[in-house]
Each structure stands twice: as C-alpha cells, then as structure tokens.
C-alpha cells in the first residue's frame, strides 16, 4: 500500500473519531473543543516517528506551535464573524483563511525561525 | 453550564456527513505530508494545525441546528448561526490547548516512546483544553 494511501486512511479516521467524540457532548461551546484535536497532527506525527525519525518529528512539533496558535485567532475571528455580522458558516470560516497564514508565519518568523 | 454526553447529536449525523469528515481528514493528512515532503519539517509543522475540517464542521453544525429549530417552527438561521458560532469559541479554547500538545510532543519525542509521547501530549490537550473552557465559562458569569 503506497504511503499516500495509509496517511489518508489513518488521517481520516482519526479526523473522524474526534468528530464522533465531539458530537456526543453538550453544550456546543464544549463540543467545539474537538474542533482543535490533535488529529492530523496524531496521525501525522505517529508516521513521521516511524517513518523520518524522533527528530524530524519533534522539528514538525515545534513549528505546530505557530499553526496552533494561528488556529486559535483563526477560531476568534470565525466566532466573530458569525456572532456579529452574522454571515454564513462556510463564508466566515473561508474568509478566515488567510488570517490563519498571517498569525502562523508570522509567529513562526518571529519567535521559531 | 454541565456538560452532558447526548447520543442523540450523532443520530441527526448523515453517514455522507461522516464520509465527508474522512475524506477531507484523508485528504489534509496527505497535503500535510506532501507539504512537509517538499518543504521540510519546518514548514510542514505549521499545517499541523492548519483549519481544514473547520469550514466543514461548521457548515454541518449550523445546518444540523437551523434543521432542528425550523422543525419546532422556530428561526432557524439565527440559532444556526449562533450554534456554529459557539463552536468557533470552542476550537479556539481547543487551540490553547493545541499549543500545549505541540510544545508538549517537542519536548517528549526525543525522550520517550512515541505511544508514551503522544499519549501524554493528548491527555495535556484535553486538560489544557477543559480547562481554557472552564476558565471562559466562568468570566462570562462574573462579568
């Protein structure tokens, strides 16, 4: 099985087991939680291991922090952008995008690089 | 405001819903490695984190509580809004808690068995997380 295939298969699932996870709770607020998991990061992260090396991977890790921080204003804003001006899901969190290449390569510019 | 664990949310999920989700993690965990291939680890890390099943998500959540508000003949497209917006609010409580998993696993990678790591880094997520959400549930109510 060629490696493309693999990564998809492990990433979908555990995209799809946090998702399930996340729909089992109540409030919503709580269930967003699951929205940031780690799962392409888990699956990610388990194939560098074995496949790259500890080093590679933990090289992965540090620049993540950047993402996950860009991915934390990015969440802001979408909140925002439904809260107050009331547009829709998918053109909020698609006008959002570029927000999240800002913070994370900016950050990592910054403080990482 | 008590957390409950509510079966009944995963029944108004459409198994094209929960296809949707797996091939769109699929598709971002091989852009991630196709990224990292090409550009190395340094670039790769940051798409880690990147927002792909976000808009998904979200779309799904708001037409799922705009389903279920029209069906008691109320508004729905104001309560789906609202619902997609919360959820927003929780990803990004989840990030905190994102950060703490990537500097977590940098620093247990080189040291310890990958399970060990991973693990370790999952449940700090999890309680970083719960605990940003606790912290923000309780301001609210203060201010």
New interface residues.
Partial sequence: MS??LV??????????AF??IG????????????????????????????K?G???????????????????L???L???L??RF?????T???CA?PL?FLT??AL?RLFLR | MTIKIDPAGLKNTRWHEYLLRFVAGGVITVIAGVIARQWGPVIGGLFLAFPAIFPASATLIEKHERQRKQEKGLHGEERGTDAAALDALGAAMGSIGLVAFAGICWWLIPRYPAPLALGGATVAWLLVSFSAWTIRQRRRRLF
């Avoid at chain 1, 998991?37 to 291991?49: F, H, K, Y």
């Avoid at chain 1, 009331?86 to 998918?90: E, G, K, T």
């Fill in positions: 490696e493309a990564r998809f298969i492990i990433g979908g699932l555990v995209v799809s998702a399930i729909g089992l709770f109540k409030p919503v607020s709580f269930a967003g939680l699951f929205g940031a998991a780690p799962s392409v990061a888990l699956a990610t992260l388990a194939l560098a291991i074995s790259d500890k080093d590679y991977a933990g090289t992965e890790c540090r620049s993540m922090m950047a993402g996950a921080a860009g991915l934390c990015y969440s802001l979408v909140s925002q439904l809260a009331r547009l829709s899901a998918l909020a969190t698609l995008i999240w994370s390569f990592w």
